[in-house]
C-alpha cells in the first residue's frame, strides 16, 4: 500500500513554455503533499508544502509564480512550471503523507525535466 | 538556520556494516527519519526515531541521542543491493516537512 505516482516520467520541452507534472495518491488519502527539487548526486530540495483545498507554503527562495502547485483533491496534486527555462532542468519528487503516519512520507517516482 | 551534516561517501565490502552518523541543527525537532535511494529511483522510507535508542529493523537499525544532536543508521551484512544514497532527514513537527541531510552514498564492493 501507500503507493504515489507521478506523471510524466520525464518530459523535454522548449524554452518559455510551461510544464504540468501530476503526483497523485493511489491507494490512500494524501491530507499533506510535498514537492521537492533534486539535482544530480544532491540532495532533496524542499519547494512546496501542499493541502487540499489551501494555498501551498513555499519555501524562502522558491518562486511561486514560477512554481505553481493546486492541490486540489485528497489524492492529486500538481505543480507547474511556468515559462520554463534551461535553470529549470532537474529531478522533481513529490510525496505524501496521511493521518495517522505523519511520520513518514511516500515519494513518488519523480519527474525529469529537460529544458533546451 | 538548521543543517544536518553526514559524510559524502562510504565504501565497503559485502557482508561488512556500515554506520552512517548524522548530525543535526535545527529550530525544531520532532524526529529523525532515514530514507534509501537507488540512483534514478524514488527515497524509500528506512526508519524513524522519536525517542533516544535504537530501533532495529531487520539488517538495518537506526539510533538516536537528542541530547547530542545525533543519530545514525547502521547497514549490516552489506549487500550489493544495499549501494544507494542514504539520507537522514529531519522531522520538525508531526505532519510536517522533511528537512534532509546532504546524504551519503554507500558504495558496496564484491
Known amino acids: 500500500g501507500a503507493v504515489v505516482s507521478q506523471h510524466p516520467s520525464r518530459v523535454i520541452c522548449k524554452s518559455g513554455t510551461s510544464v504540468k507534472i501530476e503526483c497523485r495518491s493511489l491507494d490512500f488519502q494524501a491530507t499533506t503533499m510535498f514537492w521537492y527539487r533534486q539535482f544530480p548526486k544532491k540532495s532533496l530540495m524542499l519547494m512546496a508544502t501542499s493541502n487540499e483545498g489551501s494555498k501551498a507554503t513555499y519555501e524562502q527562495g522558491v518562486e511561486k509564480d514560477k512554481f505553481l502547485i493546486n492541490h486540489a483533491s485528497l489524492t492529486l496534486s500538481t505543480l507547474t512550471v511556468t515559462s520554463a527555462h534551461p535553470e529549470d532542468s532537474s529531478f522533481y519528487i513529490c510525496?505524501?503523507?496521511?493521518?495517522?503516519?505523519?511520520?513518514?512520507?511516500?515519494f513518488g517516482p519523480g519527474t525529469r525535466l529537460t529544458v533546451l | 538556520g538548521q543543517s544536518l551534516e553526514q559524510p559524502s561517501e562510504v565504501t565497503a565490502v559485502e557482508g561488512a556494516i556500515v554506520q552512517i552518523n548524522c548530525t543535526y541543527q535545527t529550530s525544531g525537532f520532532y524526529g529523525l527519519s532515514w530514507y534509501q535511494q537507488h540512483d534514478g529511483g524514488a527515497p524509500t522510507f528506512l526508519s524513524y526515531n522519536a525517542l533516544d535508542g535504537l530501533e532495529e529493523t531487520g539488517r538495518f537499525s537506526s539510533f538516536l541521542s537528542r541530547s547530542d544532536s545525533y543519530g545514525y543508521l547502521l547497514l549490516q551484512e552489506l549487500q550489493m543491493k544495499d549501494s544507494a544514497s542514504y539520507f537522514c532527514a529531519v522531522l520538525k513537527a508531526a505532519g510536517n516537512k522533511l528537512t534532509f541531510g546532504g546524504g551519503t552514498r554507500v558504495l558496496v564492493k564484491p
Open positions: 510525496s505524501a503523507s496521511f493521518v495517522g503516519n505523519y511520520n513518514e512520507q511516500f
